[in-house]
């Protein structure tokens, strides 16, 4: 016996028609009349009285589409289920974050409470033909690609209440020539941008301490050991009881986070997908602290 048989017989038991059959099948009515007579001779029963041209499901034919009926729907779901495109290997949107770590692992979480199934690969420091979305950053005054999400961001300076500057509305960043300075490391996108900053107006900062951690940088600085610069929104909202976010009024302080969509990945549903995501949450970022 064979599923295909089954699924005739079924068609006939619900119409109890063998031509209206055939057609709702689309095979020859005698191939279809021979299925059945097969079906039968197999089960050593008959399915269906006959009474000149009608037929009529009999006891034992009622008894196999009993039978039946929740084993090809299990069948059924399972072929949708394996011809889903949610069961495809999905392959993971390939992300490169040099910048906005914080921000960014935030996007990366809210959108997977919603998109469980979409794989993710998180990279650093690889050329754009190896990831699909790129997180950087550049100063405020340089130009970017056309199509690419841009999140202006202000740069304030970090200080401990105990600091002269604690009490300002602004100041100028030549102002902090002399003070130990807490530095984010190096390496970091972020620190490049700080230290043009600090070249524009002749300054050279003092670091007395790096880190690569938001979290460390604040405490040293709540500590008193020092000053240091603070993105407004890609190392989460500032809250301190022993230090102050002050505005630089000279220079223009701002760096611009940048998000690319790799050419190759334009082609591609999950990545197209998550890519309007964070404009999304980008545009809401800007909408709240508007």
Request: aromatic share 8%.
């Amino acid at each position: 016996m064979e599923l295909q048989q089954f699924r005739y017989f079924l068609t006939v038991a619900r119409l109890e028609h063998m031509t209206r059959a055939a057609e709702s099948l689309h095979i020859a009515q005698p191939a279809l009349s021979q299925c059945i007579r097969r079906l039968e001779e197999e089960l050593g029963v008959s399915l269906f009285d006959r009474i000149g041209r009608t037929i009529r499901l009999n006891e034992n034919g009622k008894l196999l589409q009993k039978r039946l009926i929740p084993i090809m729907t299990a069948v059924d779901a399972i072929v949708k289920e394996f011809s889903s495109d949610s069961f495809h290997t999905v392959r993971p949107v390939r992300l490169n974050i040099s910048s906005g770590t914080i921000l960014m692992t935030q996007v990366l979480i809210e959108y997977q409470k919603t998109h469980p199934e979409i794989p993710f690969k998180l990279l650093q420091n690889v050329g754009p033909e190896s990831c699909d979305i790129s997180i950087s950053t550049i100063p405020h005054t340089e130009t970017i690609h056309a199509g690419d999400i841009v999140l202006d961001e202000e740069i304030f300076i970090a200080v401990p209440k105990t600091s002269v500057f604690a009490t300002r509305v602004s100041l100028r960043l030549d102002e902090l020539i002399g003070e130990p300075f807490i530095a984010f490391s190096g390496s970091k996108p972020l620190r490049t941008v700080c230290d043009q900053l600090c070249d524009s107006v002749g300054m050279i900062p003092d670091v007395v301490f790096e880190s690569d951690s938001p979290q460390m940088v604040r405490t040293l600085i709540e500590a008193g050991m020092g000053v240091g610069f603070w993105p407004a929104y890609s190392w989460g909202k500032f809250v301190s009881e022993k230090a102050v976010l002050i505005p630089v009024g000279s220079p223009l302080c701002r760096r611009q986070l940048v998000v690319h969509l790799g050419r190759d990945a334009e082609n591609s549903k999950p990545c197209r997908e998550f890519y309007r995501f964070i404009l999304d949450y980008l545009n809401k970022i800007r909408y709240d602290n508007g």
